[in-house]
């Protein structure tokens, strides 16, 4: 009785099925989100995805001026609406901005994927790097991060904006 040893093929074909079956088999879907529920889900690292879920509302904070670990944020002229603004509070590198006439937000800075420097554009915080994308509150809108970006409390009182660092 004569062995065949199997070509090449062979051991590519069967090989690649056993890793396929082995990943198939350890993947779990990510725990739903509250985004989920909303309807915005992931999409995939597009940066222009439409902000469709409710994210929670980020311009009731309210400030009292002059009160432990509220700052007051000198800003002249503030942001136009729609628009932001990087800078520093209290050493921290942030993007203040003004999403509604009313309204002030702030989170950090860096990109929750690599570092990178995020922007504020139309009505979101998108970062240049790689296409995350983040609702205004900080939460996640579509990857290639599941991590939120860091929010802080903030709110405008008399023209004058305030947020609250830790």
């Known amino acids: ?28 879907p990510p725990p739903a989100t509250k985004a989920d529920s909303g309807g915005a889900g992931d999409a995939g690292g597009d940066a222009g995805a439409a902000d469709t879920g409710a994210p929670p509302d980020v311009c009731a904070a ?11 944020v000198a800003l002249d002229p503030l942001p136009a609406v729609g628009e932001g603004v990087a800078l520093e509070i209290s050493g921290r590198a942030v993007v203040l901005a003004r999403p509604d006439a009313d309204c002030v937000v702030v989170v950090s800075r860096a990109c929750t994927h690599q570092g990178c420097d995020v922007a504020f554009v139309e009505g979101r915080f998108v970062c240049p790097c790689h296409g995350a994308a983040f609702r205004r509150d900080g939460s996640v809108l579509s990857g290639p991060t599941s991590v939120p970006l860091t929010s802080y409390p903030a709110d405008m009182v008399d023209g004058a904006v305030w947020v609250q660092m830790p």
């Open 62 to 72: 309210a400030a009292t001026p002059g009160a432990d670990g509220w700052t007051a």
């Open 1 to 28: 009785m004569t062995l065949l040893a199997p070509s090449r093929r062979v051991l590519l074909r069967d090989g690649s099925l056993l890793t396929l079956g082995l990943c198939l088999g350890c993947s779990t």
